[in-house]
Every structure is written in C-alpha cells, then in structure tokens.
C-alpha cells in the first residue's frame, strides 16, 4: 500500500515562473492538505481539499491556488514565483471528516533562483 | 493571536538518558494535540494524540502529557538512542469548524552516542 507520494522531488525556477506540485493521497484517504515549509520552521497550512473543493485556506495569497481529482490527487500551483517562495512543500492526506492523524509525502523541494 | 510555541534551540543529550520537549499555546482550545517526528528532507511522520481528557499517554518509550490548565504538553522519550535524533513537531487543531492542524516550528534532539 502506496503512502503519500509527490512529485516532483526536486524543481529549480526563476522568479516570475509558475510552479505545479502533485499529490497522490494514501489508499482510502480522500483529504488533502498542502503545507510549506520554510528551513527550520514548522509546516505552515497553505489549504485543504475535499470532494474537489478548498475547504479551508492559511494565510496565503492568491497566488497559491490548487486543484483536487475524482481519484482524490490533488496539485498546488504557485504563480509569479518569489525568492520568498523557496521551501519544502508537504502534502498530507487523511481519512474522512473525523479522522485527525496526518499522513505526509516526503515533498516537493522548490528553489526560486 | 494564536500561537503554538517549542524551544528553538536544539536539544543535546547522551544516550539513554530521557528527552523531555516543550509545547506551549495560547488561545487556543484544543480537543486534542498531536505529536510529530521529521527527519531532515522527509515529511513528517505522526507519533502521538493525546486528548482534552487525558493526562497522559504512553507508546512504548514514549510519553506526552496535555495540561490544558497550564496549556502546555510535554513529550518525553525514554532511555534515548541516537536512532531518535530528529525534530520534534507538536501540532494542534484550531477552534471548533477549523479543521486546518497547525504546527509549531519544532525542536531538534540531538542524542550523542
């Protein structure tokens, strides 16, 4: 049983470019989260998807925006990329409404050059 | 403002010897905490919940406390290892209909062999 996983590992872009991230949730969850997070900080919640729509947003800009599948995948684009941007983005998934344990991917590594 | 606070300063112990991490809030009312481990380059990976209603739980070398009282939760690993050298996320869910888990920034554990 496959867990979370993301793609891609690695991606290198330049200020001003737009960034897509994919996420493949764990078998039988159907919620998604996308985090980031900054060098020594804490994941920081960007939003959440379910039944293909955002539930719930941070406190981030517009610029963030995403996307859920019928099959439960889910993508975060970024828009005009920032240096700010550069972080470790982090998919979770969880279990239907009432399930609080979080499963992580091993994210998406963006450097904004 | 809601904050979720852990010692910044990573933590440094011998072998054997019991990790003992903090985790204080403030204005937040949670139901239940949750505890994380995050190994460098990795998504984190959930280690523990503890509810509102209780004191204490334990997993095999590991302990957390919740003082709602105090708002604070202690999250203790017994008998170290090196094996157990990570950051440590403590992670809480906002107010009743926010369903987002917000994390705080982590502690590193260091356990020198």
């Known amino acids: 049983d496959a867990g979370v996983t993301q793609s891609p590992t690695h991606l290198i872009k330049t200020r001003g470019q737009q960034v897509t991230l994919r996420c493949s949730p764990k078998?039988?969850?159907?919620?998604v989260s996308w985090y980031q997070q900054a060098l020594g900080q804490g994941p920081q919640f960007i939003f959440q998807?379910?039944?293909?729509?955002?539930?719930q947003r941070g406190n981030f800009p517009d610029r963030f925006s995403g996307h859920q599948f019928p099959n439960y995948s889910s993508e975060l684009n970024v828009n005009a990329l920032l240096l700010g941007d550069s972080a470790l983005y982090l998919c979770a998934s969880s279990k239907p409404e009432g399930s609080e344990k979080l499963f992580f991917g091993s994210g998406t590594q963006l450097s904004v050059l | 403002s809601q904050k979720i606070e852990q010692n910044s300063e990573a933590l440094n112990i011998q072998e054997g010897k019991t990790a003992t991490l903090t985790c204080n809030y403030t204005n937040y009312s949670p139901a239940y905490l949750q505890w994380y481990r995050q190994d460098p380059g990795r998504g984190p990976v959930f280690l523990l919940l503890?509810?509102?209603?209780?004191k204490e739980k334990r997993k095999e070398r590991l302990k957390v406390t919740f003082d709602t009282t105090l708002k604070q939760s202690l999250f203790h690993i017994t008998a170290s290892q090196p094996a157990d050298s990570a950051t440590y996320l403590c992670a809480l869910r906002g107010d009743t209909g926010r369903r987002a888990l917000t994390f705080g920034s982590g502690t590193r554990l260091q356990v020198q062999p």
């Open positions: 503890i509810r509102e209603n209780e």
């Open positions: 078998s039988g969850h159907d919620t």
């Open positions: 998807y379910y039944e293909e729509e955002e539930r």
